[in-house]
């Protein structure tokens, strides 16, 4: 009996801690699997709640700067409303805080380093880097990259084994980057309310949509890369060759490298090349980009995110669908008059539908299906009628003679005048690349001849900044940039007459290459300068800095005056903030090297005291 218990009892024995040991295994397991699970529920709900904390952060910087705009506008009507006809309140608006001047000359207005902003950056002829950002600017875009890199890394377990932080640092980057493309959108178009409502202008907004977009994209490469490496530990890289066979898996990677390719063609460099190609390919990238990432969305928490993005794209295009279909089609068709200029230029003359009011400093987005099907490309409004005479001149052989009284700008032999009641609205092309060539050699190619195209014009666009606040306004322009200025020597002068503005002293200066560019804006000029009041209030000073030219220059006048070379921006400035009449704004529209010399000016000004606001324009696209 015993030989039989014996052998039982030894294997009772070996069971029962065996029963217990694997009874404590499956409790350890079942422990373990629960904290997995708790784990990856507590990092669902934080990337979740990153993601609309991130967005309500983004609409709280919104908030400042329109509570910041506000306060301007404020500040700006009361200035226009007490100088206008008070002598005491010219002279009380033009000094300013020195606090507020050194704000705005070492921060807003700065450049990063130096005095380089606006002149492009160019390793070589063709390889084109940009223009750089202000201080301003730079700083909020190293902000914005420090905040989403901090929020990519925040609470990530890095001392845990490499197999358990990378699928929360993948899925944190996927996160944060879908999230992204909701400001990235808004950012991106012309028709953005913000433009208005922070007084912001489109360049700077277009700057930050390139920056968020690089960082949606690395977050985006980041999140495929954490994948990839966690991936080939596991199981190689046979496993993601299997891993393809999922459409949740391989619509995820197209949508990166649709990201990707995004990246590259980005750079200026490339841009510059053929704006045309770039921007219809971006669209086709785009789209290709919602589509995958769609299928790779379905079922996870981001997709409504990317859902408003679809939305807020497909809205925003439409609105300007329908934007450009309300200015084109109405009674009677919308025709653009081309007509050639000298100097690589030519004037197109659009007759509109309907009526259409602009303001100074405003563009608009010209289509000509028979130049180019699919380009829509932005101009400044350089002149319009609503009704008024529109003079249309025929050139034939200038003079290099300058009258600012009674005869056009410069005079010419054989003037014929055609005068045309229409409502038009008028713009100054000059000749670079893709559709501005195309349209010069299509107006050379009939023989110099008036062509009338059939056009589709949208807009007006741009953050209309009155400067009917400014007892003292400098306005330079460079070039085709005097398109930008002259709407607004034409309100001033006219504003001046009537004793709506607080303007006392304006001052245009214009930098052209040779006296025959004189020829771009000569009728309008003529009506500037038979204005009421101009010779009171206006001073026009024209540089002309071709080397190499003969023919004498005269200057008739005191009030305009035709002058060789360039010009020497800061010994301008300093006459006219010694003379000043309330607060003083400069604008410029030029090239980069003349923009940076009036930055440079308008600074060294600010911190010699003067009450200065300095606003420049241009096409950074």
């Not at 202000?134 to 700083?139: D, K, Y």
């Not at 995958?292 to 408003?308: E, K, T, Y």
């Not at 001073?539 to 023919?551: A, F, K, S």
Request: a positive charge.
């Amino acid at each position: 009996m015993a030989s039989v218990l014996t052998p039982l009892a030894m294997l009772m024995a070996l069971t029962v801690p065996s029963a217990m040991a694997s009874s404590d295994s499956s409790s350890t397991t079942a422990t373990s699997q629960s904290q997995k699970a708790a784990t990856k529920a507590y990092f669902a709900h934080l990337n979740k709640a990153l993601a609309w904390n991130y967005l309500w952060a983004l609409l709280g910087v919104a908030g400042l700067l329109f509570a910041y705009a506000t306060f301007h506008r404020i500040d700006t009507h009361v200035r226009h409303l007490a100088s206008m006809d008070r002598p005491g309140s010219l002279r009380y608006f033009s000094q300013s805080s020195s606090i507020f001047s050194a704000i705005k000359s070492n921060l807003i207005y700065a450049p990063p380093l130096y005095h380089r902003r606006a002149r492009e950056v160019k390793i070589s002829r063709h390889v084109n880097l940009g223009t750089l950002p202000t201080r301003f600017q730079a700083l909020f875009i190293f902000l914005v990259v420090a905040t989403n890199v901090f929020a990519c890394v925040w609470e990530i377990p890095w001392s845990e084994p490499e197999l358990q932080v990378l699928p929360i640092l993948r899925n944190r980057t996927g996160c944060l980057s879908v999230v992204n493309l909701i400001p990235i959108i808004v950012l991106s178009t012309v028709k953005n309310p913000l433009i208005s409502l922070l007084n912001i202008p489109y360049d700077t907004f277009n700057l930050m949509h390139r920056w968020l977009g690089r960082v949606s994209i690395f977050q985006g490469i980041a999140h495929t890369v954490c994948y990839l490496i966690a991936k080939v530990e596991k199981k190689g890289w046979a496993g993601v060759k299997e891993s393809l066979q999922s459409s949740f898996i391989y619509s995820g990677l197209i949508a990166v490298l649709a990201f990707t390719v995004i990246l590259i063609q980005s750079p200026k460099v490339f841009r510059a090349l053929s704006y045309e190609f770039f921007l219809h390919f971006h669209i086709v990238l785009v789209i290709a980009m919602c589509i995958f990432l769609w299928i790779h969305l379905d079922g996870l928490p981001q997709r409504p995110q990317l859902l408003g993005f679809i939305i807020l794209w497909t809205a925003f295009r439409a609105w300007r669908s329908m934007t450009m279909l309300y200015r084109s089609i109405g009674s009677r068709a919308c025709k653009a008059n081309v007509e050639t200029l000298p100097g690589d230029a030519v004037k197109v003359t659009i007759t509109t539908p309907r009526p259409w009011q602009h303001r100074p400093g405003q563009s608009l987005f010209l289509t000509i299906p028979s130049v180019g099907l699919w380009t829509a490309h932005p101009f400044s409004v350089a002149w319009w009628g609503g009704g008024e005479e529109q003079q249309s001149l025929s050139r034939s052989n200038s003079t290099r003679t300058f009258d600012d009284d009674k005869a056009p700008i410069v005079p010419h032999k054989d003037v014929e005048m055609n005068i045309q009641r229409s409502r038009t609205i008028s713009l100054i092309v000059k000749k670079h690349g893709g559709f501005t060539r195309k349209l010069w050699d299509r107006a050379w190619g009939g023989r110099g001849l008036p062509l009338s195209l059939n056009a589709y014009i949208e807009g007006p666009y741009g953050d209309e900044r009155s400067l009917a606040s400014y007892g003292t306004v400098m306005l330079f322009a460079g070039g085709v940039g005097i398109t930008h200025q002259l709407p607004y020597v034409r309100e001033l002068v006219e504003g001046y007459a009537q004793g709506t503005v607080a303007a006392r002293r304006i001052t245009l200066v214009w930098v052209i290459p040779t006296v025959e560019v004189l020829d771009w804006i000569r009728p309008w000029m003529h009506e500037v300068l038979r204005m009421p009041g101009r010779r009171e209030v206006l001073r026009v000073l024209l540089y002309v800095t071709r080397h190499g030219l003969t023919q004498p220059i005269t200057s008739p006048s005191e009030t305009v005056r035709m002058l060789r070379g360039r010009p020497d921006v800061q010994s301008l400035m300093a006459e006219e903030v010694s003379q000043k009449t309330g607060c003083v704004g400069v604008s410029v529209c030029a090239g980069g090297g003349l923009a940076d010399e009036v930055r440079r000016a308008s600074r060294a000004m600010l911190d010699q005291g003067a009450n200065l606001d300095y606003i420049e324009e241009g096409f950074g696209w």
